[in-house]
């Protein structure tokens, strides 16, 4: 039996749709919130209904007592914490929803895991914890003390949490630090949704730092193989670590942290000439400053999976894109 919260948004629907397809057992817990259009992510519910051996609740992480209702009466052995207050932007102007769904949600669910015995708590983290780093690749072995969001602050204090937690329970844990994730059902608040809405309906786009940004772009594909994989390895504890030793990514407790991205960056402004030429239509574009928050390039370093799961992403730019708005055009009809 596998958890899987946030189960309505964008990762989250496909790894419990891939799960299923597998033959898993699945229980989804999402509170379905207004953040983005609730109604797409309603769609995917509706899609996961129709599969079977799929059982939703619709509640919220900051209910302590349903949430360990559901871990009492369905006794998950695999926990996939994926739900959380999304977005960098709107860290600046909500940040206490983050608080809220970030630090108390986490702290609800590596607890309930703990008293349960999970046997693995796989949970989503963020290149936005790379903050102030400059050094590229980012890699998981580099220290990230300077985060520049309320956003990846949070995601930060989530690996430690469930550092502690491994290391006072012996509660495996994997924190996954996703990079851009793109693709078929994806947020309407992610750039490729937002560049091809507004080109569609001929409105501009607003392109920061003057277009001179670069991101790991990762095809939403190659993110569920990683995770597919992960989940059925929990970590094991080190024997060989030790403080002397500078890799932050592991430690002598089950615990670990992997960048999970195409480790191959993209120009946004290819990126967006890219979309032009597959919608056969100009973007309108609306140069704007650097937004605080924002950094201006993420690279993953994604040599912890490649040696431990031979990960492979490869999905280029023109096949991702490709592939979201055939389905967005299907979608929006």
Known sequence: MILVTGVAGFIGFQLAKKLLDSGQDVIGYDNVNDYYDPSLKEARLAILKDRGRFTFYRKDLMDEQALAKVFADHNPRLVVHLAAQAGVRYSLTNPKAYMKSNSIGFFNIV????????????????????????????????????????????????????????????????????????????????????????????????????????????????????????????????????????????????????????????????????????????AKINFKPLQPGDVVASHADVSGLIEDFDYKPDTDIKAGIGKFIDWYLDYYN
């Open 111 to 282: 607890e309930v895991c703990r008293h349960h015995r999970v046997e693995h708590l796989m949970y989503a983290s963020s290149s936005s914890v790379y903050g102030m780093n400059e050094k590229m690749p980012f890699s998981t072995r580099d220290g990230v003390d300077h985060p520049v969001s309320l956003y990846g602050a949070t995601k930060r204090a989530n690996e430690l949490m469930a550092h502690t937690y491994s290391h006072l329970y012996d509660l495996p844990t994997t924190g996954l630090r996703f990079f851009t994730v793109y693709g078929p059902w994806g947020r309407p608040d992610m750039a490729l949704f937002l560049f091809t809405k507004a080109i569609l309906e001929d409105e501009s786009i607003e392109v920061y730092n003057k277009g001179k940004m670069k991101r790991d772009f990762t095809y939403i594909d190659d993110i569920i193989t990683g995770l597919m994989t992960i989940l059925f390895s929990p970590p094991q504890a080190s024997d060989q670590w030790n403080d002397r030793i500078s890799d932050p990514s592991s430690s002598n407790a089950p615990f670990k942290l992997y960048n999970i991205g195409h480790n191959s960056p993209v120009n946004l402004m290819d990126f967006i000439k890219e979309i032009e030429k597959q919608l056969g239509k100009k």
